[in-house]
Every structure is written in structure tokens, then in C-alpha cells.
């Protein structure tokens, strides 16, 4: 395994001159994963990689301070840095009404975010093992998810990476013995109390039993196939969407009439696409409300009232527009806009433009007159590149955004606005910096804490400016 690992997975995972964290909750997996990264950095050493290790007590279980002292050990053997947080998981998981599982794990990432932050480490590494992806793709298929969904989780995505994710509990289990390395071991893992355990602790050892002696590795298999499936539709999806859609001013989305030639895999990726711009809903339009607008086949006259929008086909093409009535234009919110580096985008109707920048220059001419910080946002070049490439948009806020912040986590962008003070109506037209429902920084109310700026490091510049003071945008 650790050969495999040395030669063939750490190389591609980790680039050279990066610093990495190490989520470790003192069990096998984990224990043995910083175990693999300490020992591959010794005898790659020409790599320059180097290490962090971060530990969560989530003040439930009795043996969690044992857990800590072990953690804290073999970090002062490896002579590596080791944090340790401890909150309590159960009042957490009461106070922000979540379950226990879902609110201990948004609190573990967010301490995590600061971490990396702290430390500045580019990578944080996760022990996810094929268990756990065999895991994954049973309860995504068990939910009805489609091809993204069981895809299961990547080896990379983001920040994060999972070295393990192609290898055997047993494999792991085989090397902690054979390098001797102590580990800690959760009752609860073995307790059929959520979906997932019971997942692990009784459907895939039937599956084994009764069906595939080897249905980690067939499902682990089906998972890279799907992904690779997934990345090529959505290189062909935004193409198509480039080739089919337009917005008018009022905000709606039109669909070439074209786009019923396409396939039902690009025709239903592009229908959720254009739905989730007109509702703002990030979690996207249901299987059957997508399959109702296929059927339409096109043809002019069809019309469905769906959940927060109006869906019509005319000779012009297939209309998708919010049911939400506004006081006026002015409050309706603007779809998203891509951003590239050193290249303006103009926001619509509200005569101002936006750009990333390597450089700016606060006492040139060309320079936004707010010197406040309202108009320009510093963020971490390496560490903003990584993450948003591609995806970092300019938008209005949508359900389920929210904003990261040192020592706090999460905040709703509802708190942020009440927080600021920002009227109701404000809040539909206030232009974000974005990706995903992460949003980065909102103009003359506040950045996030999430890749903000270190002194002495590269930064990249987000400069919000009114048009009338450029110009020419596209000369900057």
C-alpha cells in the first residue's frame, strides 16, 4: 500500500512546497494516514512537503480525552505540530437545530478553514477509505441521486484529498500493524443508529455475503466511471449553455428552442441550470418537474406553473421565469456573472462593472474612489485559485448562501445583512462575490474571513467601480 501511495498517489495529490492538514481522530484510518504523509515527507524530502495535524474533542464520549493525549503523542514523536479543538457537539447540534452528525461535521470544517488559514496549508487531507466510498454511493443511490451523486467522493476536490480513498479497511487495519502505529477505536461506529452506519454494518456485509465478495472495490470502480462521465457532460453542458441561453432585462431565462435536439443527459443538466438561476434554489429542480418540461418536446403554447417560477414555450423558445412578484425592476435580481482574471464584467441595471485583478494600485488615478474597502477586496491568490477557479461568479444571494468567519463559522448571509443593517429590498439587488453558496465578499457590507488576504503573500484583487468612471473597462 504505502508503495503505491509513495510512487503513484502522493506525488499527483501533493505538489511540491506545500504545507498540508491533517484532520485525525486518533482511529485507524486517520492514524494511519499521518502516519503515510509523515513518513512520505522524510524520504521525500527534496518534495519540501510539511505537515499539520488537527484534532477535534467533541466532549460526548469518555474516551475522547484519551484519544487527545494519543493524537498529541505521536504528533511529538513525528515532531509536528498538532491542533486540538474541543467544543461541545450535542449543545452545538441543539442550538443550531441540525442532527448531531450534521452540525458536529460543519463545525469540525469550519475550525479546519481556520486552521489551514493559521498555518498556511494549501491541502487538508481526509482518511476516507473505499469502505467509505462504497458507503457513500449506497446512500446516494438509496436516495435517488443521479450521476454526480454516485460519483461519490473525489480523490481531489478543492482543498481537500483523500489518499486513501482506493484502499481496503483491511489494508489500512494490515499497515497500522506492520508499522506499529496505536489507534483509538469509536463505539459508535458500531452502533446501527443512522442511515450510514446501518449502511456499513449491515448492508454491505450482506452484499459481500449473499451477492459480490468484492462490492467495495465494484462500487468503488462505478464511482470513477461515473466521475469520469460526470466532468466530460459538464464540459459539454457549458458549452451548450454558452450556444442556447440568453436573459432579457427582466431577468428571464430563455432556452433556444435548439435544445430539445440535445440529449436527455445535456437537456435535463441544462433545465436545472436555468431553474436554479431564475428561483435561486441551490439544491435544483426535482427529477419529475424536469422530466414534465422534457416532455414538452418544444412545442409552442405549453405552459406549467412549477415551485417559484413560470415555465412557457413560445416560437422564440423555452422560457423560464421567477413566480415571485417585485415592487419594480430595479429589485430583480441579476443573473450570475462569470469572473475572469483582468477582465470587467458589467452588472445589470445598476451601471457599475467588476473585475478581478492581479494588481491594484490605490493611489493611481484609475484607482475606486471608496479607499475604505467597500469597493476593493484583498483575497489570497494561491488559495482563491485553487478553490474558484472556473466557478467565482458575481450574483444576488440566494438560499442557502452564507459566510464564513474567523472563530465564529458560518453565519446565514440573513444574519450578515441583519447584522449590517441592509434593508429587505437591498438585499435582492446587492451584488456578491461567490462560488457555490460560499460567498466571499459583499461590497460596502463585508468580506469573509474564508481565503482572506496574508500580509506578504500573492493577493488578488476584487474591485467593484461605477462605469462611468472607466473609460474603457476592457483596456484596464
Known sequence: MYEQLRTEILPQLIPSKTKVLVAVSGGPDSMALSHILWRYIQEERSREVSLVLTHVHHGVRKESDDEVDLVQQMAKIWNTPCLIHRFDAKKHANDMGQSFQEAAREWRYARWKE?????????????????????????????????????????????????????????????????????????SNEEP?????????????????????????????????????????????????????????????????????????????????????????????????VTQIMASEGKPGWVQDLPGMRVKVTNEGLWLSSSHKTPNQQSIPFPEIPLAMGQWGEIPNQKMAIALLEECNLSSENAPPDRCGKKIAAFNFDLLARVTEQSLVCRTRRKGDRMWFRGVGHKSLKKVFQEAKVTDQARNTLPLIAYGTEVLWIPGVRQSDLYSAVPDNEKIYCVLKLREECSNLHSL
Open 115 to 187: 486552521d489551514m488559514q493559521k498555518e498556511g496549508c494549501s491541502l487538508l487531507a481526509t482518511a476516507h477509505h473505499l469502505g467509505d466510498q462504497a458507503e457513500t454511493i449506497l446512500y446516494r443511490l438509496l436516495r435517488g441521486s443521479g450521476t454526480a451523486g454516485l460519483a461519490g467522493m473525489y480523490p481531489s476536490k478543492g482543498l481537500v484529498i483523500r489518499p486513501l480513498l482506493t484502499f481496503l479497511k483491511g489494508d489500512i487495519l494490515n499497515y497500522c500493524k506492520e508499522e506499529a502505529i496505536p489507534y483509538a477505536l469509536d463505539p
Open 193 to 289: 443508529v443512522y442511515v450510514r452506519n446501518r449502511i456499513r454494518l449491515e448492508l454491505l456485509p450482506e452484499l459481500e455475503r449473499s451477492y459480490n465478495s468484492r462490492i467495495q472495490e465494484a462500487l468503488g470502480r462505478t464511482g470513477e466511471l461515473l466521475r469520469w462521465d460526470e466532468e466530460y457532460l459538464a464540459q459539454q453542458v457549458e458549452c451548450a449553455w454558452r450556444d442556447y441561453h440568453s436573459i432579457d432585462l427582466l431577468g428571464r431565462i430563455c432556452l433556444s428552442l435548439d435544445v430539445f435536439k440535445e440529449p436527455a443527459a445535456i437537456l435535463s443538466r441544462l433545465i436545472r441550470r436555468a431553474a436554479m438561476q431564475v428561483t435561486q434554489e441551490p439544491r435544483g429542480l426535482g427529477f419529475a418537474y
